[in-house]
C-alpha cells in the first residue's frame, strides 16, 4: 500500500499541538517563507522529517517531504533573530506555542534553535500542514539530548 501525504487541519489549541509534534525537526529555508498580507495568510514550506513512520515500529529508512504550513486570517507577524536577508540561511523547527492575547486574539510562536521566533497574530485558529510530492530518504534521523 502507498503511503499517503499527511494533511491536517488546526482549528484548536490542541489540533495545533498535534501539529506542531509531526513538524518536530523539520527545516524551513528563509526564502521558503512569505507573509500575504493582503489575503492574510502566512506561508512557509519546510522539509518534514517523518517521525509517523519511525514510530510505526517498522523499520524504514528515514525520509522526510516538503510540507507547507499555512496560517489563515492572519492579522500580524513578526519576527525575532531572524534575518530576512539571508534566504539562504535554514532554520530548525522546535515548536508551536499559543496564547490569547489580552485582545483575545491568537498568537501562535513558531519556535526555532538558536531563540528564533516568528509570531503570527490571529483572530482564530485556522491552520493547515499539507504534505506534498514524495518522499525521500535521509541519512540522518534527529537526535535529542536527554536531561
Not at 517498522?58 to 516538503?66: H, P
Not at 490569547?100 to 485556522?126: H, L, Q, W
Request: charged share 30%; proline share 2%; glycine share 2%.
Amino acid at each position: 500500500m502507498e503511503p499517503r501525504n499527511l494533511k491536517l487541519i488546526a482549528r484548536t489549541e490542541e489540533d495545533l499541538r498535534v501539529v506542531s509534534a509531526h513538524l518536530q525537526d523539520s527545516i524551513a529555508s528563509i526564502a521558503d517563507i512569505a507573509n500575504l498580507k493582503k489575503n492574510k495568510i502566512f506561508l512557509m514550506q519546510l522539509s518534514r522529517f517523518m517521525w509517523e513512520d519511525v514510530e510505526k515500529g517498522v523499520f524504514r529508512k528515514n525520509k522526510r517531504i516538503r510540507t507547507i504550513l499555512k496560517f489563515e486570517n492572519v492579522m500580524n507577524v513578526l519576527s525575532r533573530n531572524i534575518n530576512q536577508s539571508k534566504k539562504d540561511k535554514f532554520l530548525d523547527f522546535l515548536a508551536i506555542e499559543t496564547n490569547i492575547t489580552p485582545d483575545k486574539n491568537y498568537e501562535m510562536k513558531i519556535i526555532f534553535a538558536g531563540d528564533a521566533i516568528i509570531r503570527v497574530i490571529s483572530e482564530v485558529i485556522e491552520v493547515t500542514l499539507d504534505d506534498q510530492g514524495e518522499a525521500w530518504d535521509t541519512k540522518n534521523k534527529p537526535k535529542h539530548n536527554s536531561i
